[in-house]
Antibody
């Protein structure tokens, strides 16, 4: 079955760029919508944004000025870049698939998740 | 402060039923589908309910979802110790973002 795995640095300095990659295995990245979601320690979930395999994106308005999500279909991967990070960006970052079974055209039901990766912003 | 409002915690004895509410507005729940997730501490969220009341394959029918107006409810019957987890509701908001509730901790007494 489809599995997702996040990878990237666990520590980023303030004002620098956070970069993560999600590798999709057991299936093709094509056809589906893929999201990034984060969870600060002890807090709730925050949706970051999604990308379609064609490259079209939709970002959380609160992050759009600092955010880029891209896709590499040849590698079955999609990536996240968040610039000018601060301590408030410290969180577990997870990638997830928008459920193909949902009738929502906003792709906001996430049926497959990666295990998540902790990113700490600190000098 | 989450856009969707959930009670911080609910509890019940094994075998009993719990319900978790998720309150929103016409900008989100009122005009969009609601999903529910279970998150056991230290693990990723698991989709329990989508499109207000649909269960993904493999989710037992002890879990049910409903929506009325600008609120949604998750029900868990036949409560088991393995159901102890945090539960989140989520939906689309007219601010052009997916939004989640603050989470509800379920404790099995």
């Amino acid at each position: 079955q489809v599995q997702l795995q996040e990878s990237g640095p666990g520590l980023v300095k303030p004002s620098e760029t956070l970069s993560l990659t999600c590798t999709v295995s057991g299936g093709s990245i094509s056809t589906y919508y893929w999201s990034w979601i984060r969870q600060p320690p002890g807090k709730g979930l925050e949706w970051i944004g999604y990308i379609y395999y064609s490259g079209s994106t939709n970002y959380n308005p609160s992050l759009t000025s600092r955010l880029t999500i891209s896709v590499d279909t040849s590698k079955n991967q999609f990536s996240l870049k968040l610039t000018s990070v601060t301590a408030a960006d410290t969180a577990v970052y997870s990638c997830a698939r928008g459920s193909p079974y949902s009738s929502s055209w906003h792709h906001d039901a996430f049926d497959i998740w990666g295990q998540g990766t902790m990113v700490t912003v600190s000098s | 402060q989450s856009v969707l409002t959930q009670p911080p915690s609910v509890s019940a004895a094994p075998g009993q039923k719990v319900t978790i509410s998720c309150s929103g507005s016409s900008s989100n729940i009122g005009n969009n589908y609601v999903s529910w997730y279970q998150q056991v501490p230290g693990t990723s969220p698991k989709l329990l309910i989508y499109d207000n009341h649909e269960r993904p394959s493999g989710i037992p029918d002890r879990f049910s979802g409903s929506k009325s107006g600008t609120s949604a409810t998750l029900g868990i019957t036949g409560l088991q110790t393995g159901d102890e987890a945090d539960y989140y509701c989520g939906t689309w908001d007219s601010s052009l973002s997916v939004v989640f509730g603050g989470g509800t901790k379920v404790t099995v007494l």
